[in-house]
């Protein structure tokens, strides 16, 4: 037990991916073995959204206590629009509605930082204020209307190669190459370092303002990036398709094996929560839990995880 | 003969240690009803420790501790002392500074509640103040983070010794002189002898070694986390108290460092810093390759002027030019310097990160080459460069702490009084180290409150109340100047 312990310190990340098979394994006995690789497909698909801003919100949960990014949900909703309206329908202005919803997320990032560091606002408080703006200014630009992607747009996000979502074989890339930032860059290990001790870090010679900048850049650019992948993916924008972002990517995070005390992250840990997570739900639907009762377990469960993947155990 | 007396206090075969150091070793002390105890030992020998087990903020690893012949059971702490009377101290001050000194009087009295509690407490303290510092100048309901810091010890002696439903027996003072200046000292001192007089029980650790001899009825010398003598305070002279502690540092050690010949001024300046709080434009001057000391009490400023000088790096303002980069060794260790997440080799890469950087990427066979090259090179204990810092002792994450500062980039090393809990052979080889890094053209600027080590120094400034209020050179540095700097009221050396 304690040997078993040890090594999930060591790798906090195979947790989330036993308890991502263990839930698949329960819903296939039910079935009788009936839907189980559309399952992982589905899985993959809807895990791919939750990874792409779960990292996202790693980096921000990392820099330390108090910091997290509450503006996820509206800035997906209004990347989202953006890229849409931009796009028009017309698969010639794909680029150009990408390149727009990715601005828009800096746009909300350098809002949120500048919140933290000029008005020198709790990043709490700052992400979740400068949320309701930028959700008034999606409803104020799209005017609730729904725009269709365009169709090559809608068949890449869409598209599968045996079973296997190409928009998941893209954010495992991603997720590859921002562990590798996580490990093995200035700034990754700036932000590592801010999380453990702001003050040590700066003493140590760390551009802190530097890493929590780009940190809360790169978190809103990708709920950006998430928002006109969603919109592409479900045949068009809408206000509300942010609202389940805000928890689950805190929840990710956690399961994934992050320190919520911050300075230690995790990328695979992300990936194996956001299956973990949808697979839950997907197991609940399939033995007929009521809606109470799945919100219920959801929690529960959440919590159970979170306990035995040790949640932050005093270093000393 | 001392078993003779009454015991207030008797501790047995106390032992306690910190991961891999041994701080005590069965360890026996007693105060008798009536006494007065001086506790004398280096730094590091186990006095703060010792005193830690007795006021009850440490519980030891093994030992019996008896208070007034009753044994104590195993959740002996704060609140069992202080309810038997045993009052403490603290080296490091224990008020709370957004409270006023009426407030902090409170938190030890309980029974003063109601309508007026304020009232009573200031009242309490105030009287207090006036018995043991006769014109203190401390008005009870001052913030007591607006005091200085020697009217903050007074508040916190005067503190201890204030009584409302439980009688005062043994009051614990640990170094309570280091920052009271003279004439407050002389009356704290006078003030304990009637309080003993009267049947209290007193004890008292000073470095001052005079106030040991002259206020104690008897002496217990510690060395190494052990006692080593214990005799009645007329026994003793200045000499054989200091062969008692043992002499650490041999002469033969001090007279190579005092051989080193000071180099002043022979170098382009490349750190001129005047202090925020300085009245006149007296400033922090460092040329290339120099060692320049920062002396005076704690906590008068060295380390906001080293910050003050670390903020200001690779820049020229009005009050401080710093040219060229700088790295800090952190004196204090949890709060300043360790990343407690990170293997020693990260922690000792994160000042060099950039100069690591192949192709965009961090080169993980060059930062595990620089963490073992200075493993070497300074001999920090660990078979593995890639665990964790915690794993190492004290000493040896002070070491790696040298080490980040040293195998990076920097020309000006700043060192925020970087040796507490380094052990002597230790301090030593850092010593060498700094001297031989300093004659190959690096700047140190090292505040110590060891004055020993100013030895070390081309040039040294003792600081007080934020001001430089001396400036000596190496040629004219004795401990008599240094101390009389640091206490001198008004007025620049």
């Given at each position: ?10 790798k ?10 263990a ?36 980096f ?8 997290v ?6 800035t ?32 909300v990032?350098?809002?949120n ?55 998941s ?18 700034y ?44 592409g993916?479900s ?26 005390a ?26 007929g ?28 | ?142 913030t ?38 003279a004439?407050?000292?002389k ?24 106030d ?46 005092e ?62 030019s ?9 004196g ?17 890469s ?32 660990t ?8 794993s ?16 990076s ?85």
């Amino acid at each position: 037990m304690n040997a078993l312990a040890a090594r999930l310190g060591n790798k906090p990340w195979l947790l989330s991916f036993a308890g991502a098979f263990a839930v698949w394994l329960a819903t296939i006995l039910f079935t009788e073995g009936k839907g189980g690789g559309e399952m992982i497909t589905a899985a993959l698909s809807f895990a791919t959204f939750t990874v792409i801003v779960g990292i996202g919100q790693m980096f921000v949960i990392t820099t330390g206590p108090g910091n997290v990014d509450l503006s996820i949900p509206s800035t997906i909703a209004l990347a989202g629009g953006v890229a849409m309206k931009i796009m028009g329908g017309q698969d010639s202005l794909i680029w150009f509605g990408l390149l727009a919803c990715i601005g828009a997320g800096l746009a909300v990032g350098a809002f949120n930082y500048a919140l933290i560091r000029l008005l020198k606002i709790p990043p709490i408080i700052a992400t979740l204020s400068s949320s309701l703006i930028v959700m008034s200014v999606a409803i104020s630009y799209g005017r609730g209307l729904q725009i269709k992607p365009p169709p090559s747009f809608a068949d890449f996000t869409t598209a599968q190669i045996s079973g296997v979502p190409v928009l998941s074989i893209c954010a495992i890339l991603f997720a590859i190459a921002m562990a590798i930032i996580l490990e093995r860059t200035i700034y990754g290990r700036a932000t590592l370092a801010i999380g453990q001790n702001v003050r040590v870090a700066h003493l140590a010679g760390v551009k802190v303002e530097r890493a929590r900048c780009i940190t809360y850049l790169m978190s809103a650019a990708f709920a950006g990036l998430c928002g006109a992948l969603l919109a592409g993916f479900s045949g068009g924008n809408a206000l509300n398709m942010g609202e389940e972002y805000l928890l689950a990517t805190i929840a990710v995070v956690v399961i994934g094996g992050t320190s919520v005390a911050g300075g230690r992250a995790n990328v695979p840990g992300i990936w194996g929560a956001a299956l973990f997570l949808y697979l839950l739900v997907t197991m609940l639907n399939t033995y007929g839990a009521s809606a109470g009762i799945r919100l219920v377990l959801t929690g529960l469960i959440i919590i159970a995880m979170i306990t035995l993947a040790g949640g932050d155990k005093p270093s000393r | 003969m001392l078993q003779a007396t009454e015991k207030i206090v008797s501790l047995s075969g106390m032992t306690k240690s910190f991961g891999a150091v041994r701080a005590l070793a069965n360890v026996d002390l007693a105060v008798g009803v009536g006494e007065c105890l001086g506790l004398v030992g280096h730094n590091g020998a186990g006095k703060s420790t010792l005193i830690n087990l007795l006021a009850g903020t440490l519980a030891p690893d093994g030992g019996e501790i008896r208070v007034s012949g009753v044994a104590q059971a195993a959740d002996y702490g704060v609140r069992r002392a202080g309810a038997l009377g045993i009052r403490c101290v603290f080296q490091e001050l224990s008020l709370c500074p957004n409270l006023s000194v009426a407030e902090n009087t409170r938190i030890y009295h309980k029974s003063l509640r109601g309508w007026g509690w304020r009232r009573n407490a200031a009242e309490l303290v105030r009287r207090k103040l006036d018995e043991v510092f006769p014109g203190h100048g401390i008005p009870p309901h001052a913030t007591v983070g607006d005091l200085l810091i020697g009217q903050r010890q007074m508040v916190e002696v005067a503190r201890a010794f204030t009584v409302t439903d439980s009688p005062t027996r043994l009051v614990i003072l640990d170094e309570p002189t280091s920052s009271l200046d003279a004439v407050a000292g002389k009356q704290l001192l006078t003030y304990v002898r009637r309080f003993v007089k009267e049947g209290g029980s007193c004890l008292l650790t000073s470095h001052l070694l005079g106030d040991i001899l002259d206020y104690c009825d008897r002496i217990v010398v510690m060395k190494d986390g052990g006692v080593v003598a214990d005799r009645s305070a007329v026994e003793f002279d200045r000499e054989s108290l200091v062969a008692a502690m043992g002499n650490v540092i041999s002469e033969a050690r001090i007279k190579a460092h005092e051989h080193v010949t000071a180099q002043r001024g022979e170098t382009p300046v490349v750190v001129r810093a005047v202090p925020k709080q300085q009245s006149d434009q007296t400033a922090l001057v460092a040329h290339k390759g120099e060692i320049i000391g920062l002396a005076g009490l704690a906590g008068h400023g060295q380390t906001r002027l080293l910050l003050q000088i670390y903020e200001a790096a690779g820049k020229t303002r009005a009050d401080t030019s710093v040219s060229g980069p700088v790295a800090l060794v952190a004196g204090d260790r949890q709060t300043d310097g360790v990343l407690h997440l990170w293997s020693i080799a990260r922690n000792i890469s994160v000042r060099s990160m950039r100069a690591l950087v192949k192709g965009g990427l961090i080169d993980r066979d060059a930062e595990s080459a620089l963490a073992k090259k200075w493993r070497e090179r300074i001999r920090i204990k660990t078979p593995d460069v890639e665990n964790n810092i915690l794993s190492l002792s004290g000493g040896n994450q002070q070491k790696v702490l040298f080490a980040r500062a040293l195998g990076s980039d920097a020309g000006i090393i700043l060192m925020d009084d970087p040796m507490r809990g380094v052990d002597v052979g230790t301090k030593l080889e850092v010593y060498e180290l700094i001297r031989a890094e300093a004659e190959a053209g690096r700047t140190f600027i090292w505040y110590t409150t060891e004055i020993e080590e100013l030895n070390n120094c081309d040039h040294v400034y003792v600081m007080r109340d934020g001001q430089i209020v001396a400036d000596v050179a190496r040629a004219d540095l004795t401990e008599e100047k240094v101390l009389q700097a640091s206490f001198r009221e008004g007025g620049r050396a």
